[in-house]
């Protein structure tokens, strides 16, 4: 069983940054894919950003040139670098892995904690 960890949450400003991180452990075979969803108060999860063992990555729209998604495999950890918020991006965000490239949360077998990103306007 894969364990995730995330950190790097926090309160930041409209057209601020923020980083937050994973930590993953387990078997490796189980954490080739990994990624972000979040879920905002009142609404469904929804799917952030993924990447593959190789480094393939797949953005949401609503993200995309935004938000970006990196792994760095010798340390096991996902980052997810988040530029120019905006307060609708406040929402607890879940780092996840899975064995496949998907947008649908129930793909992903494995789930961090979550995170809370509150962006101010």
């Known amino acids: 069983q894969v364990q995730l960890v995330e950190t790097g ?20 075979f189980s954490r080739d894919y990994m990624g972000w969803f979040r879920q905002a108060p009142g609404k469904e999860r929804e799917f952030v950003v993924s990447i593959s063992w190789n480094g ?12 970006r998604i990196s792994r760095d495999s010798a340390r096991n ?3 997810l670098q ?3 918020l905006k307060p609708e991006d ?6 996840v892995a ?19 990103v509150t ?3």
């Open 90 to 95: 406040t929402a607890v965000y879940y780092c």
């Open 77 to 79: 950890c996902v980052y």
């Open 98 to 116: 899975g064995q496949s490239m998907s947008r649908y949360a129930t793909d992903y077998f494995s789930w961090g904690q979550g995170t809370q």
């Open 56 to 67: 393939v990555t797949d953005v949401a729209d609503s993200v995309k040139g935004r938000l």
């Open 119 to 121: 962006v101010s306007s």
């Open 9 to 28: 949450g926090g309160l930041v400003q409209a057209g601020g940054s923020l980083r937050v991180s994973c930590v993953a452990s387990g078997p490796p």
């Open 82 to 84: 988040m530029n120019s």
